[in-house]
């Protein structure tokens, strides 16, 4: 039986298929290029190659979009004619626990496969996506450090592993040991956007924007290229540092060059998108119909019980855009999952429907009840997706509502917490003297 390049078997490939599907994990590992051509090819010349519609199947799940859901769900019937090897059937297991709504059985179920398989990088860098989809900071740092001492740099991919390492040790706040590990990483593999993004993280928690401007800028070259998967989210930590920074015209035209200039319909850079125009609402920017063509591309991907992170983020476009029966929909989704069993519809009742009804509250100009909603919400946000930065628009948004609704001593206090993490942040200071007036 052949093997891939890590040493790990693969079933019902010839040596063909391997190279394409090498091609395919590459660009997966790098987040770079197209892995669905090579995959297809490697299909088309071993229709029996397991893994190659394995990795095919976690490309779609992972992309948290419904339609995707569903061809991964008719991609895992097709393997049910296939022999399948151990590690593989292990594999089909977890798309099974992911794909039908139940991402943390997945993750975990991946925790004991890495131990009896750990040089699977696809299992790795799927554990390590669903981590970071469900919020789980102590897992997006330990998968990878459970993995690490079984690794070396002779083995292909180690770097990848460094990169993980990074973002999980930001997202658990060892700034300084995940700044190291992401230099590391790409001082092995410069084209590694998830390292980049892991520093990009650092310099955007620690308050830092002048520095995360120089380094976005002096990488450009490997993180901004068109091929790149994950260029719109890298853009958008560039646009966060020019609002710390008090430049917010620059944020916005970041936003119509490279963050919408294509049109993206990814849920990915559509969360971007409406993050981003949110914050500049936020600060009193005019971002005119933008709101209309984001909300048009949202109208598929929410359904109030595929994954609640992007509804309460399409709820952003859709208040923006002023259409009420879209906001209704989710709303109604979200409320209909209260007696459901799977994970999903628990994170969009318990968080994902405080979220859009605290936003809601903020758009109509009703302060109280957002700050009503928010200030439960910011404490049970990091139970269903997103990174600390992303999240963090919450406490913004509090924060704001505080401010407008008059409620001097709390607008102080949550602009003083802000100002704390942030001290170099122009807009937080400019926050700050406004909760003081």
């Known amino acids: 039986m052949p093997f891939d390049r890590q040493g790990n078997r693969l079933s019902g490939a010839s040596p063909t298929a391997i190279e394409h599907y090498q091609r395919a994990l590459e660009s997966f590992n790098l987040y770079r290029g197209d892995p669905f051509a090579p995959l ?31 061809a991964a769900q008719k991609i895992l019937v097709s393997t049910q004619v296939l022999p399948l090897s151990e590690q593989e059937a292990s594999h089909v297991a977890v798309l099974r626990s992911l794909t039908g709504g139940d991402w943390t059985t997945a993750a975990e179920s991946l925790d004991f496969h890495c131990c009896k398989f750990p040089h699977d990088l696809v299992a790795i860098q799927c554990g390590h996506l669903m981590d970071f989809y469900r919020a789980n900071s102590r897992n997006l740092r330990d998968r990878i450090a ?13 770097s990848l592993l460094l990169g993980m390492y990074a973002f999980g040790l930001e997202e658990c706040g060892d700034y300084g040991r995940a700044e190291q590990f992401g230099h590391s990483a790409l001082e092995l593999e ?26 976005m800028h002096d990488r450009e070259a490997f993180w901004a290229e068109e091929e790149n998967f994950f260029k719109v989210h890298n853009w958008w930590h560039r646009a966060l540092y020019h609002l710390d920074l008090g430049e917010t015209e620059k944020a916005l035209e970041i936003y119509d060059g490279p963050i919408r200039r294509d049109a993206s319909v990814m849920a990915l850079d559509l969360v971007d998108a409406a993050a981003l125009l949110w914050r500049l609402v936020l600060l009193g920017t005019d971002v005119g119909e933008r709101w209309q063509e984001l909300a048009d591309c949202w109208e598929p991907h929410v359904d109030g019980h595929h994954y609640p992170f992007n509804d309460w ?38 968080t994902g429907l405080p979220l859009v009804e605290g936003f809601s509250a903020f758009w ?62 122009t807009v937080t200071r400019e926050m700050v003297a406004r909760a003081s007036r």
């Open 364 to 425: 109509e100009r009703d302060y109280a009840s957002a700050v009503r909603h928010l200030h439960s919400a910011r404490y049970i946000a990091n139970t269903f997706g997103g990174s600390h930065a992303q999240r963090d628009i919450i406490d913004w948004t509090l924060a704001e509502a505080t401010i407008r609704l008059g409620q001097r001593r709390q607008a102080e206090a949550f602009a003083e917490e802000r100002l704390a993490l942030k001290p170099n942040s």
């Open 190 to 215: 410069p084209f590694d956007c998830w390292a980049h993004h892991a520093v990009a993280h650092v310099l955007e928690m620690q308050g830092r924007p002048a520095e995360g401007v120089a380094w």
């Open 313 to 350: 983020h399409g709820a952003m476009a859709f208040l923006g855009a002023n259409r009420p029966a879209a906001l209704e929909r989710i709303g109604n989704c979200l409320r209909a999952g209260r007696d459901s069993h799977r994970e999903v519809c628990r994170w969009g009742w318990e």
């Open 146 to 158: 459970r993995a690490l001492p079984q690794w070396s740099a002779e083995i292909p991919g180690y």
């Open 40 to 70: 297809e090819e490697a299909i088309a010349e071993s229709p029996g190659f397991a893994m190659a519609h394995i990795l095919k199947a976690y490309l779609y799940a992972t992309s948290t979009e419904p339609a995707a859901n569903i």
